[in-house]
């Protein structure tokens, strides 16, 4: 369009007293010309800043949140597990932490807690110990999950390191101590929700481990089971997608 | 899912692993005679922890001589200033 515009020529002739102005009566045309370009030029311009905006939106809402914490955005990384924040906060209360002990049927072992409880200031890390013993004749892999009750203090109750989540292989026979080293979060004082909180449970729950289709130990045992260990027990949960669409038509 | 999507009901629900993974197996219990001392610790305190940091001080160490746990400064395991916490303590019990 523009094209055609620029080869028709019906310019008046140059001034003859070689003034650079341009003509007092520049044609249709080129006017049109040049008011076509500049809305290319902008329009152009705000669909690439349009563009633009929207690919960095993502970073920087990301950025955003995490600067001002806004929506909750919770503190995870390396900066929950800094040493400012390990250090023990001299007269807070002290909290019991009970220890609790369960393990699927299909898994021989005796698992217990060494401690019935351990009185712990918020940001102290505190050590503890279960005992876990394979009476089976021969060599089992399990794998613990773990909750915390009451749900409040979940967000506060960090492990820095434990047993759970990976696989723990143990001989026939075999008996061995396993130790959690855990903390209590000291942003537990300013959080008037769990103003009440003197005893937390924390739970772990063995489960014979097997291998799923991508090659990953999982617990062998039911999603339901799996998910009580974890506290969901009450919460309907939506079955997995793999037992969806393995089973079309039938419901788990 | 996403990775670093804003937080919605289905993050808060999520349980957190923890920051070193776990701890390798203890097999031959080379870290039990510290273990004995901890919860000897602990059950002469009514299972206060305060008291008996240093003992665990002390079993987090021989975990780190004997390899079962990677060394680490005691800053960042929230072990680091502890009272009664001497060399002589460490180098007599492990």
């Not at chain 1, 040049?34 to 905006?53: D, K, W």
């Not at chain 1, 220890?99 to 699927?104: G, P, V, W």
């Not at chain 2, 899912?1 to 999507?5: D, I, K, L, Q, Y």
């Given at each position: 369009m523009l094209s055609r515009v620029?080869?028709?020529?019906?310019?008046?002739?140059?001034?003859?007293?070689g003034s650079s102005r341009p003509p007092p009566y520049?044609?249709?045309?080129?006017?049109?010309?040049?008011?076509?370009?500049?809305?290319?030029?902008?329009?152009?311009?705000?669909?690439?800043?349009?563009?633009?905006?929207t690919y960095a939106a993502v970073p920087l809402y990301r950025m955003f949140c995490a600067a001002t914490g806004f929506a909750g955005t919770p503190n995870v990384g390396t900066g929950r597990f800094e040493p400012t924040r390990l250090v023990p906060v001299e007269g807070a209360r002290r909290i019991k932490v009970h220890?609790?002990?369960?393990?699927?049927e299909a898994l021989p072992w005796t698992f217990t807690p060494q401690q019935k409880f351990v009185t712990v200031l918020p940001g102290e890390t505190s050590l503890a110990f279960y005992k876990a013993k394979n009476e089976s004749p021969r060599d089992i892999i399990g794998i613990a999950t773990y909750n915390v009750t009451p749900d409040r203090i979940a967000p506060y109750?960090?492990?820095?390191?434990?047993?759970?989540?990976?696989?723990?292989?143990?001989?026939?026979?075999?008996?061995?101590d396993m130790p959690l080293l855990f903390f209590i979060d000291k942003d537990i004082l300013d959080d008037p929700a769990c103003r009440g909180i003197d005893d937390v449970v924390?739970?772990?729950t063995f489960f014979?481990?097997?291998?799923?289709?991508?090659?990953?130990?999982?617990?062998?045992?039911?999603?339901?089971?799996?998910?009580?260990?974890?506290?969901?027990?009450?919460?309907?949960?939506?079955?997995?997608?793999?037992?969806?669409?393995?089973?079309?038509?039938?419901?788990? | 899912?996403?990775?670093?999507?804003p937080p919605s009901i289905n993050v808060g629900f999520k349980t957190s692993p923890p920051d070193r993974g776990s701890f390798p197996l203890d097999h031959d219990g080379e870290c039990k005679d510290q273990m004995m001392q901890y919860m000897d610790c602990l059950r002469k305190n009514s299972s206060?922890?305060?008291?008996?940091?240093?003992?665990?001080?002390?079993?987090?160490?021989?975990?780190m001589t004997k390899g079962l746990m990677e060394r680490d400064e005691w800053k960042n395991l929230g072990l680091a200033n502890l009272e009664g916490d001497s060399a002589s303590v460490l180098a007599q019990q492990s």
């Open positions: 620029m080869t028709t020529k019906s310019r008046p002739t140059t001034p003859l007293n520049a044609s249709r045309q080129s006017v049109y010309a040049s008011r076509n370009r500049n809305l290319l030029m902008y329009s152009s311009a705000v669909i690439v800043f349009a563009v633009g905006v220890f609790n002990a369960d393990r699927a109750f960090s492990k820095v390191e434990c047993f759970c989540f990976e696989e723990q292989k143990l001989l026939a026979g075999e008996e061995v924390l739970s772990y014979r481990a097997r291998r799923n289709a991508q090659g990953h130990l999982e617990p062998d045992a039911s999603d339901k089971d799996v998910q009580k260990s974890l506290g969901f027990g009450d919460y309907e949960m939506a079955p997995r997608a793999e037992i969806r669409n393995a089973q079309p038509g039938k419901s788990p | 899912m996403s990775f670093g999507r206060t922890s305060t008291p008996c940091r240093v003992m665990s001080k002390q079993y987090l160490d021989c975990r």
